[in-house]
């Protein structure tokens, strides 16, 4: 910095030495060299020029060492300052930082929980094995959806897709599964890819409430019959009734249904109902091929994606 500016200084003085040339040139008569075409006061500023040539060159060196001096003095105190001053104290107060900036906490709090798979069942029916696995979303505010497939005795079924709504415990079946050689003893279920997606806090500010209005089925009327004889078979079969209490009109409603012969899983199926308005009413019912002695409990779940814009009747 120094040398530049001394290397400025030296332009600066050679420039006006130049001009001072220059002029007194101009005033020169082409015609009459001899005679100088100056006036008295041209010719007065030219003598104190050359008279006080040495003077202004000692202006322009001492300028020179002046600024020199001026960030020779700043560089010192910079030095000063970093190792003995400000230095010091700024790695005082790095140290007293906490190690980890990030608020881990906060982000694990905000992104979405892994959904828990809460069991796998084995069920025999009809010389076939129905599967289903209960998973539940621990998030109140995102929902999935996800490919999914079981393993029955080492081999996989089908993959298909699936959902799961914020909070929310579900079945998942796969339905009528043959066995190569007759008998199951292992299955499991494994979810893949999922999909997250996070319910929007401006559009949907409290979805337990959005839930109540677009999303409320009442189920009544629910009969089971382990044993409905025919005259060449016997067969299982559950009624139940079933109205659409929410404010949207939905192409397509499945309602899955579980019998229990105490805690015990005993069966799973499901039936879909098409174009089920508001305020509709259906007698719902789903026949097994076998008898299911022992049920104690029905459970029936609606199934149906309320993100899913495409099963709103419009």
């Given at each position: 910095?120094?040398?530049?500016?001394?290397?400025?200084?030296e332009?600066?003085?050679?420039?006006?030495v130049?001009?001072?040339?220059?002029?007194?040139?101009?005033?020169?008569?082409?015609?009459?060299?001899?005679?100088?075409?100056?006036?008295?006061r041209?010719?007065?500023?030219?003598?104190?020029?050359v008279?006080?040539?040495?003077?202004?060159?000692?202006?322009?060196?001492?300028?020179?060492?002046?600024?020199?001096?001026?960030?020779?003095?700043?560089?010192l105190?910079?030095?000063?300052?970093?190792?003995?001053?400000?230095?010091?104290?700024?790695?005082?107060?790095?140290?007293?930082?906490?190690?980890?900036?990030?608020?881990?906490?906060a982000?694990?709090?905000?992104?979405?929980?892994?959904?828990?798979?809460?069991?796998t069942y084995?069920?025999?029916?009809?010389?076939?094995?129905?599967?289903?696995?209960?998973?539940?979303?621990?998030?109140?505010?995102?929902?999935?959806?996800?490919?999914y497939?079981?393993?029955?005795?080492?081999?996989?079924?089908?993959i298909?897709?699936?959902?799961?709504?914020?909070?929310?415990?579900?079945?998942?079946?796969?339905?009528?599964?043959?066995v190569?050689?007759?008998?199951?003893?292992?299955?499991?279920?494994?979810?893949?890819?999922?999909?997250?997606?996070?319910?929007?806090?401006?559009?949907i500010?409290?979805?337990?409430?959005?839930?109540?209005?677009?999303?409320?089925?009442?189920?009544?009327?629910?009969?089971?019959?382990?044993?409905?004889?025919?005259?060449?078979?016997?067969?299982?079969?559950?009624?139940?009734?079933?109205?659409n209490?929410?404010?949207?009109?939905?192409?397509?409603?499945?309602?899955?249904?579980?019998?229990?012969?105490?805690?015990?899983?005993?069966g799973?199926?499901?039936?879909?109902?098409?174009?089920?308005?508001?305020?509709?009413?259906?007698?719902?019912?789903?026949?097994?091929?076998?008898?299911?002695?022992?049920?104690?409990?029905?459970?029936?779940?609606?199934?149906?994606?309320?993100?899913?814009?495409?099963?709103?009747?419009?």
């Open positions: 910095m120094a040398r530049k500016i001394r290397i400025c200084l332009i600066g003085y050679w420039k006006l130049i001009f001072m040339l220059l002029y007194c040139y101009m005033a020169i008569d082409p015609q009459n060299p001899n005679n100088l075409n100056m006036s008295e041209q010719l007065g500023l030219a003598y104190w020029f008279t006080h040539k040495i003077l202004l060159k000692k202006i322009f060196i001492g300028a020179f060492i002046v600024f020199d001096a001026i960030f020779l003095f700043y560089g105190y910079g030095f000063v300052d970093y190792f003995f001053i400000g230095g010091p104290r700024e790695a005082q107060y790095l140290a007293q930082l906490p190690k980890n900036l990030v608020n881990l906490d982000i694990y709090k905000e992104r979405a929980r892994n959904l828990e798979i809460l069991g084995l069920i025999p029916s009809s010389g076939k094995y129905d599967l289903a696995a209960k998973i539940r979303n621990p998030n109140g505010n995102w929902w999935a959806s996800f490919d497939y079981f393993m029955l005795e080492g081999r996989p079924t089908e298909k897709q699936g959902f799961v709504l914020p909070g929310d415990e579900k079945f998942i079946l796969s339905l009528a599964n043959a190569p050689g007759g008998g199951a003893r292992t299955a499991s279920f494994f979810i893949d890819k999922i999909r997250w997606q996070k319910i929007d806090a401006h559009t500010p409290n979805y337990e409430a959005w839930k109540k209005v677009n999303l409320n089925f009442l189920v009544s009327g629910i009969v089971f019959n382990g044993a409905v004889k025919t005259d060449s078979k016997v067969f299982s079969q559950a009624d139940f009734k079933v109205k209490l929410s404010a949207n009109d939905f192409w397509q409603v499945d309602f899955i249904v579980i019998l229990y012969r105490g805690p015990v899983l005993a799973a199926n499901f039936v879909r109902t098409e174009r089920f308005n508001s305020s509709d009413e259906r007698d719902l019912s789903l026949i097994w091929y076998e008898s299911i002695p022992g049920v104690s409990k029905v459970e029936i779940l609606p199934e149906v994606n309320v993100f899913d814009e495409n099963n709103y009747i419009k």
